[in-house]
């Protein structure tokens, strides 16, 4: 099947006057039609600076994508001119943000801010695009009686549904969403995160689903991408990386995870914390929290080995054949 | 809304009479004499007794305080009090206080509104062309404008337009009156210098600062124009404190023009004001800072109001009662001073 999404070798950095944050530092990924890819990782890992740079939205000035290609449906987004981009955002590509709360206008209703897309991109008449908005609503599970109302009328789980609404408005063939239940209630969670994977299903939306719940992508993904440091240090099917994790980091992620099958007093965290962007480790970016870490591993950065498309970044599974495991 | 409204007008209570305590300490405390006033230097010591006796002015402070409040009874010089509207006549002129303050206030009103019509219509496009090019030539040449209107002396600002544009090019005239349009010209510019550069900076900040808000990266990736972002999407929201700082301004405008009114020999409340304190003239004083008084609460009020009208959360909240609207800090201030 052909990748709806292919980003290769993406770096982004974010420059102030003092110093350089290297947010995404040689990502590549790919994502098949239809499919939902988990991107997982801890924060600041370049998960959203991945998904902004998708919609060409990294904030300048002092973001930036220094290299690297995005391809969606074989176009090249960054040689695209504004005007064309904005065709793009909206209309084929839509994102969810993190947090409902701040991500609708308080001061402008919610249908309308759902009609303003659709206007803008078919074109339909004021009426017509209002009715659409009532749909939209009606959708994910709000009545369109209260497209008349404002944001602060809504509650965050409702907040979240008004801006999926929004995303999905115009049917976008590519979905980014950022951790689109992180800020709600447990409960209100899985009842979002029901609504959204049955309108991707009705849709047949690709999505790009980035979350740091485990769960959440068992549950909902076909692919999995594990990120650290601004690349991809894992990447298979949900069965491959959930069945055999391979990398040292994602290991240490499911080890962060509690077991309800075994009985454990403690949870093994991840020891330290993220490399400082500012100043990344030569060499493999995890090796300095790395259990397994070798003197090669400090000093030269490892390439990728794919094994029935399951790939890793590590030298311990270097030239398709497993050392030392 | 009306309940809202009523409560806050009461509230003018309170200030009332704790601005007009202090203007009447001040007066009291104050060497004049308005007893001499009326009579002038000539007068015997016994008739200057007898007219101190008249006016009420040999009793302690507070009854006279207490007659300014609620009336004094004279065949000559009574009048009922700041509570049932009279305060009497000016002992200069033998007007009626109030009868004067009316006949020049719409003259103020004329130049405030003028004042802030040019300052929102020049600030606000100003504030948004900065705040959309943060840090480029545009914006600091703005901001270094800003700042010279914010810090250039009023009467050196008038001095100057009068020198050019009267004297020099002889364009306009110098002295301005409410009938001629063309000479209201110059105490306008005067007049809303100060409260462009304000309303710039405040525009240019706050948008500045909505345009960092989620709300409009979802605008954007709607995949809206750049332009609808900032009309519809930013500006609305970015004008609420803007128009807090408008009402307070306008509220400015209409007590305290005095300077520009005084350079420009212009008719208004702030000349009336000037002039009666030249002559001492207490009753003409305390009207004038009265009606001033009230009218800067009226115009907060009214902006409280404007407030419901573009951001629906604080009509819900007005309405309701739940929450207070802001913008009604000095009110609060007093409110909480008055019951401690």
Not at chain 1, 177 to 185: Q, R, S
Not at chain 2, 157 to 167: G, K, P, S, T, W
Not at chain 2, 210 to 228: F, S, W
């Amino acid at each position: 099947m052909a990748a709806i999404l292919d980003i290769r070798d993406l770096v982004v950095h974010y420059s102030s006057d003092r110093e350089t944050v290297r947010a995404v530092n040689g990502l590549s990924l790919s994502l098949e039609r239809g499919k939902v890819l988990g991107l997982v990782g801890e924060t600041g890992a370049g998960k959203t600076t991945t998904a902004l740079s998708v919609l060409d939205m990294v904030q300048e000035p002092q973001g930036k994508i220094v290299s690297g290609t995005i391809l969606f449906e074989g176009r090249d987004i960054r040689a695209l001119r504004p005007e064309e981009m904005r065709e793009v955002r909206g209309k084929e590509i839509a994102m969810i943000f993190q947090d409902p709360m701040t991500a609708l206008n308080p001061l402008i209703t919610v249908g309308e801010q759902i009609a303003e897309t659709v206007r803008r991109h078919e074109g339909l008449p004021r009426e017509d695009s209002e009715r659409r908005a009532g749909e939209m609503l009606e959708l994910v599970g709000i009545p369109a009686s209260r497209s008349r109302d404002y944001p602060h009328q809504f509650s965050g789980g409702m907040k979240q549904r008004v801006v999926i609404a929004i995303a999905l408005a115009c049917n976008p063939k590519l979905l980014l969403a950022d951790e689109p239940t992180t800020a709600l209630d447990v409960t209100i969670q899985a009842q979002v995160l029901e609504m959204m994977s049955e309108l991707i299903k009705k849709f047949g939306t690709s999505v790009v689903m980035i979350t740091h719940d485990l769960g959440i992508v068992a549950e909902n993904c076909d692919h999995v991408a594990t990120m650290y440091a601004g690349e991809v240090v894992e990447y298979g099917t949900v069965d491959q990386v959930f069945g055999d994790p391979r990398h040292p980091y994602t290991i240490g992620l499911f080890g962060s995870l509690p077991n309800l099958d075994e009985e454990s007093d403690r949870l093994t965290p991840i020891p330290g914390l993220m490399p400082d962007p500012t100043d990344l480790p030569a060499g493999c970016f995890f090796s300095p929290r790395c259990p397994r870490a070798t003197e090669r591993c400090q000093a030269e950065r490892p390439s990728d080995s794919e094994e029935g498309g399951h790939r890793v970044k590590c030298h311990l599974f270097g030239g398709g054949k497993e050392e030392g495991r | 809304m009306l309940k809202y409204a009523a409560r806050r007008v009461l509230m003018l209570v309170p200030v009332l009479l704790g601005v007009t305590f202090i203007v009447f300490s001040l007066m009291y405390l104050t060497p004049s004499d308005p007893a001499q006033i009326v009579l002038g230097s000539n007068a015997t010591p016994a008739a200057y007794a007898q007219m101190r006796a008249d006016m009420g002015l040999d009793r302690p402070f507070l009854a006279q305080y207490l007659h300014f409040l609620f009336g004094y009874k004279h065949p000559e010089f009574g009048y009922r009090g700041l509570a049932f509207g009279d305060l009497g006549r000016s002992y200069v002129t033998n007007r009626i206080v109030f009868e004067l303050i009316l006949s020049s206030f719409p003259n103020t009103v004329i130049l405030a509104i003028g004042a802030l019509a040019l300052a929102l219509a020049v600030g606000v496009p100003v504030g948004v062309i900065s705040a959309t090019r943060p840090y480029s030539t545009v914006d600091m040449a703005f901001t270094v404008l800003a700042l010279l209107g914010a810090s250039m002396p009023v009467f050196w600002f008038a001095m100057v337009l009068i020198y050019f544009f009267a004297n020099r090019l002889g364009m306009l005239p110098a002295m301005a009156n409410p009938s001629n349009a063309l000479s209201l010209a110059l105490p306008i510019v005067t007049l809303s210098m100060n409260s462009m550069a304000i309303i710039m900076r405040m525009t240019r900040s706050s948008m500045l600062e909505v345009m960092r808000q989620d709300y409009i990266r979802t605008a954007r990736v709607k995949g809206l124009g750049e332009r609808l972002v900032v009309r519809k999407h930013a500006l609305r929201n970015a004008l609420i404190p803007v128009i807090t700082v408008a009402g307070l301004q306008f509220g400015h405008l209409l007590g305290g023009a005095v300077l520009t009114e005084k350079i420009f020999s212009y008719p208004g409340i702030g000349s009336i004001m000037v002039d009666a304190i030249y002559q001492k003239d207490t009753p003409q004083i305390l009207g004038s800072v009265c009606f001033v008084a009230i009218i800067f609460t009226l115009v907060n009020l009214f902006v409280d109001i404007m407030y419901g009208l573009i951001d629906p959360r604080i009509k819900t909240a007005v309405q309701s009662g739940r929450k207070k609207a802001p913008g009604k800090e000095l009110a609060d201030a007093l409110k909480r001073l008055f019951r401690k």
